[in-house]
């Protein structure tokens, strides 16, 4: 139990091109879902907190109109990268918090994406 | 000052070892998260806690709340265990994670 699957597990695009990543928690339901993202050998970064039915929470200096987050359902946020550049190839995280299963402090992991944008 | 330091940073240990990788946190938590990350990207979360130790298989996770430290250990350690181990702190508010650096683990023969 306790899923969370991700697609496409990578993706290769154009400069300029918009990428729709998404995240799915499979068997629970997940009120909220957040976006993490990873440069080579560093640790993960949150990027915004995603919950169902209301708009994102954007972490500081990310940019809530280029990277857009769709929280339209229990079981499915959706991260979409918007004019792609370079700059945000990245690894792209997502998990979840079934919070009706097991309380606030519960995150269940996502595969990743690896997006490379040339 | 990183809010959640890790140390090690790297470790190479021989199969069979006993390791020790450490988690120090200067903030107030309602828990703590040790994650797996292998080489293919994807994260695993090993244990959550929040008072006490808890084990599973090789794997035995503390924390003292007082000296706000945790620690994870791999009893008999196996190449299969080599993988980035990540600290994550949890402050108890909108249940945002805090992550540590990371220790980079290579087990090997």
């Known amino acids: 139990g306790a899923v969370v699957s991700q697609h496409p597990s990578w993706v290769i695009c154009k400069s300029g091109t918009s990428v729709k990543i998404e995240c799915r928690s499979l068997?629970?339901?997940?009120?909220?879902m957040f976006w993490y993202r990873q440069f080579p050998k560093q640790s993960l970064m949150l990027m915004a907190t995603?919950?169902?039915?209301?708009?994102?929470?954007?972490e500081q200096g990310v940019e809530k109109d280029k990277f857009l987050i769709n929280h339209a359902s229990l079981t499915l946020s959706t991260l979409t990268v918007t004019s792609a550049h370079p700059e945000d190839s990245s690894f792209y995280i997502c998990?979840?918090?079934?919070?009706?299963?097991?309380?606030?402090?519960?995150?269940?992991f996502g595969p990743g994406t690896r997006l490379t944008v040339l | 000052k990183n809010e959640v330091e890790q140390s090690p940073q790297n470790l190479t240990a021989q199969e069979g070892e006993f390791i020790t990788i450490n988690c120090s946190y200067s903030v107030g938590i309602s828990a703590l998260h040790w994650l797996q990350q292998h080489p293919g990207g994807g994260i695993v979360s090993l244990f959550m806690l929040s008072s006490g130790k808890k084990k599973h298989g090789r794997l035995i996770a503390t924390i003292n709340i007082q000296e706000k430290h945790s620690s994870l250990h791999i009893t008999a350690s196996h190449p299969r265990d080599s993988a980035v181990y990540i600290c994550a702190v949890s402050p108890g508010t909108a249940s945002k994670l805090t992550f540590g650096t990371g220790t980079r683990l290579q087990v090997t023969l």
């Open positions: 068997d629970f339901q997940a009120t909220t």
């Open positions: 995603s919950n169902e039915g209301s708009k994102a929470t954007y």
């Open positions: 998990s979840a918090n079934p919070a009706l299963l097991a309380g606030p402090d519960t995150q269940y």
